[in-house]
Nanobody
């Protein structure tokens, strides 16, 4: 059974930092693309950052480039999202997702094949101004 457990959300002031973690189990980590998505109230879910082990690629939404960094620890089956210089518009529920069919992080980030197959429960990130 594929399981994704996200953690690390919280309340932070603008300009602050948070690190999200996604602990994965039930699948071969290297065979999947894994990414972070977010959904703010009244808005559609959007891809924030993704990573693909198959080609080593990463994806960042334009709104987070230069501020967020995605990384993976294959030994721990964990993907991290380091979020720096947070802005109030980053406030959202952040979800970790995984999919075996996305070959590149870019494709997963913009969901060219539709939403990823597997989702974890979200973690709330709130950035105060």
């Amino acid at each position: 059974e594929v399981q994704l457990q996200a953690s690390g959300g919280g309340l932070v002031q603008a300009g602050g930092s948070l690190r999200l973690s996604c602990a994965a189990s039930g699948f071969t980590f290297d065979d999947y693309a894994i990414g972070w998505f977010r959904q703010a109230p009244g808005k559609e879910r959007e891809g924030v950052s993704c990573i693909s082990s198959s080609d080593g690629s990463t994806y960042y939404a334009d709104s987070v480039k230069g501020r967020f960094t995605i990384s993976s620890d294959n030994a721990k089956n964990t993907v991290y999202l380091q979020m720096n210089s947070l802005k109030p518009e980053d406030t959202a529920v952040y979800y970790c997702a995984a999919d075996p069919y996305y070959a590149t992080a870019q494709a997963m980030g913009v969901m060219t094949l539709g939403p990823p197959d597997y989702w974890g429960k979200g973690t709330q990130v709130t950035v105060s101004s």
